[in-house]
């Protein structure tokens, strides 16, 4: 028994490296979005980048499925396990002492990847891969638990975005995976369709119509992506019990901000993109 635990215990310390940001539904939905608010032309030039071969990636993908590509590489690469998320701490009773944030980031991520899909003189496998990377990590800072880092008397060292803040739940043994998984808008483990995402990405965008992000969207700095989305896991992600019971409420407005984010997540980066390609 004793060994089970310790087993435990190692797991809970190795699992929020190997664990991914919204699941490939989420990551799709924001591709979605994203590629509905895309301009003719960006469409045709973004298309024509994630044509071309290189690194893991062999075969050219969809635009929805590039998405996700960076979390299929990662059984080959540890390299940029860092890049999916940035710890900014969240105290209790006043335990946090000089947290430093971790570098690389997916703040300094998405700067960097932002630069060379800018740039004029960088090769097509470059802005390829910088594409496939970006399009993810426009996901991951939109997902709460992917900028934050819960720090108590029970957790000194940090909860880890949630992973180490366990649940009493049958589906979803931590915070960091109910949040992954869309906060239960859809069955866990289960890939939606082409249809299935279509028709939600048109019924949330209907929902949330662009315009009443105007303000958020405004935002240019990744950095301050990644405090909004720590603010709101302040807010809403961390309504458990004492012993880790989500209540029907804090789930039902988990959801919501989970259809806000992704929704918020596909807007910003087709606005991006339009402003980097579309030509008059």
């Not at 000089?98 to 802005?127: G, R």
């Not at 896991?233 to 961390?238: I, T």
Request: charged share 15%; net charge positive.
């Amino acid at each position: 028994m004793r060994l089970l635990r310790v087993v435990a215990l190692i797991l809970l310390t190795i699992l929020p490296s190997l664990l991914y940001a919204w699941d490939s539904n989420g990551h799709k939905l924001v591709a979605e979005i994203a590629y509905e608010n895309l301009k003719p032309n960006v469409k045709k030039t973004v298309m024509q980048m994630l044509q071309t071969p290189g690194p893991w990636y062999p075969h050219p993908l969809s635009f929805r499925n590039s998405a996700v590509w960076a979390d299929w590489i990662r059984p080959n690469t540890s390299q940029y396990d860092t890049w999916h998320y940035i710890n900014l701490p969240y105290c209790a009773l006043n335990r946090c002492f000089n947290q430093k944030i971790t570098t690389p980031n997916i703040v300094t991520a998405i700067i960097l990847d932002a630069t060379i899909l800018q740039d004029k003189k960088a090769s097509a496998v470059e802005k390829g891969t910088a594409l496939r990377f970006y399009l993810h990590w426009l996901g991951d800072i939109h997902q709460p638990m992917h900028a934050i880092s819960y720090y108590s008397s029970r957790y000194p060292q940090g909860d880890a975005g949630g992973n180490r803040y366990l649940l009493q739940d049958n589906l979803y043994n931590n915070l960091h995976v109910f949040w992954d998984g869309g906060c239960g808008l859809w069955p866990q483990n289960t890939t939606l369709s082409r249809r299935q995402l279509q028709t939600l990405a048109k019924v949330w965008q209907a929902q949330y119509p662009q315009k009443e992000f105007t303000a958020v969207l405004a935002h240019k700095d990744p950095l301050s992506w990644a405090k909004d989305s720590h603010a709101l896991a302040v807010e809403y992600a961390y309504k458990a019990a004492p012993k880790h019971y989500l209540t029907v409420q804090a789930q039902k407005n988990a959801e919501i901000i989970c259809q806000k984010q992704i929704t918020l997540a596909g807007y910003r980066l087709a606005q991006n993109l339009n402003a980097w390609y579309a030509t008059p």
